[in-house]
């Protein structure tokens, strides 16, 4: 009987602490010289937090809305999770949230990156809105393949390739690769084509591409927080036909 008390209370406690952590949380990171907005979401996947935990960030003073949060834990009083690569090159690592429950409704801890630490303060003030990125669409299959361009950032040249290709009832997908001083592959979890224009996001480092397909060539821009850069991208392989890029392909 004891041990059966045990472990019910250990239980009640586990799901108070998910409970607790699930809602709309919203403060400031005071970093150097500057005081950001935070507004955090978190929510069970299933019911009392089995099925692990789902979140996204939003920072209005960085330009980022949404952004999936990673690596959720809940241990006790204690939570964490973490950013990659959406605050910073990828080279810098992900930014990281370690947190602890101070009082009723209440979140307080550090803010870590590279290094360096910030303190947090949150509040709850309602239920969470986990903001879930959108799937992917088919995309016409005259954008389909490989599309190379570059452009310059801080003087240091970079190379852009984007190869698209559809997969089925998944939607298309795409590889996304930027070469600078390094070489860097981007995880894409979102492409979208609507009329002419077509989106490819990597909502994990913050960055997508938005173009305006014409021809053998798409014009857009890379944007990643606050930065937008023009970019346009050619087929790599000329000869392609001319196509009617708002003709979506049927389903």
């Not at 857009?220 to 196509?243: D, F, Y």
Request: net charge positive.
């Amino acid at each position: 009987m004891r041990v059966a008390f045990i472990l019910f209370l250990a239980s009640a406690v586990l799901c108070y602490a998910d409970e607790n952590a699930a809602g709309r949380w919203e403060g400031t990171v005071q970093i150097p010289g500057r005081q950001l907005t935070l507004v955090v979401d978190l929510a069970a996947k299933s019911s009392g937090g089995g099925g692990g935990w789902q979140g996204s960030i939003t920072i209005p003073g960085l330009g980022l809305k949404g952004v999936p949060l990673n690596d959720i834990a809940l241990k006790g009083n204690d939570i964490v999770f973490s950013m990659k690569g959406a605050l910073a090159d990828q080279r810098i690592g992900p930014a990281k949230f370690n947190a602890r429950f101070v009082g009723d409704g209440k979140l307080a801890g550090d803010f870590v990156q590279a290094g360096n630490t910030a303190p947090f303060a949150l509040e709850k003030t309602g239920p969470p809105q986990v903001e879930i990125p959108p799937r992917s669409t088919a995309i016409a299959k005259e954008i389909e393949g490989e599309w190379k361009g570059g452009y310059e950032l801080l003087r240091y040249p970079r190379k852009v390739t984007i190869k698209l290709q559809n997969r089925g009832p998944e939607g298309a997908t795409a590889e996304f690769v930027i070469v600078g001083r390094k070489e860097n592959k981007l995880p894409v979890d979102r492409v979208v084509q609507q009329g002419e224009f077509v989106t490819v996001d990597s909502h994990e480092t913050g960055l997508s591409f938005e173009g305006r397909a014409r021809k053998d060539e798409i014009q857009g821009t890379i944007s990643q927080g606050p930065l937008e850069i023009p970019v346009t991208l050619r087929r790599s392989k000329r000869g392609s036909p001319n196509a009617d890029f708002r003709r979506m392909p049927s389903s």
